[in-house]
């Protein structure tokens, strides 16, 4: 049974930082590449960031230099760290094992101006 657990969401002003965590099980984390996709109300969802396996990663336009998407396979867990966060970023940040397409439940970021 695949599970991916999101934490860390939640309140915080513009110009903070927050770092997101997500928590696999289930899959075969080391070979997995991982994704950061998010949602805001009223908008489509939209891809973040993603790792894989050996590391590599890529950035949407609008985080690149801001966000920073990381993984511990000894943990099997990956985080996505959000510094400067604005207003904009404001949405449900999900968690995605992009190899098999399973997706985390979300959570909340809220960024107040």
């Known amino acids: 049974q695949v599970q991916l657990v999101e934490s860390g969401g939640g309140l915080v002003q513009a110009g903070g930082s927050l770092r997101l965590s997500c928590a696999a099980s289930?899959?075969?984390?080391?070979?997995?590449?991982m994704a950061w996709y998010r949602q805001a109300p009223g908008k489509q969802r939209e891809w973040v960031a993603s790792?894989?396996?050996?590391?590599?990663?890529n950035y949407a336009d609008s985080v690149k230099g801001r966000f920073t998407i990381s993984r511990d396979n000894a943990k099997d867990t990956v985080y996505l760290q959000m510094n400067s966060l604005r207003p904009e970023d404001t949405a449900v940040y999900y968690c995605?094992?992009?190899?098999?397409?399973?997706w985390g439940r979300g959570t909340q970021v809220t960024v107040s101006a």
């Open positions: 995605v094992a992009l190899s098999s397409n399973y």
């Open positions: 289930g899959i075969i984390f080391g070979i997995s590449t």
């Open positions: 790792i894989r396996g050996s590391g590599t990663t």
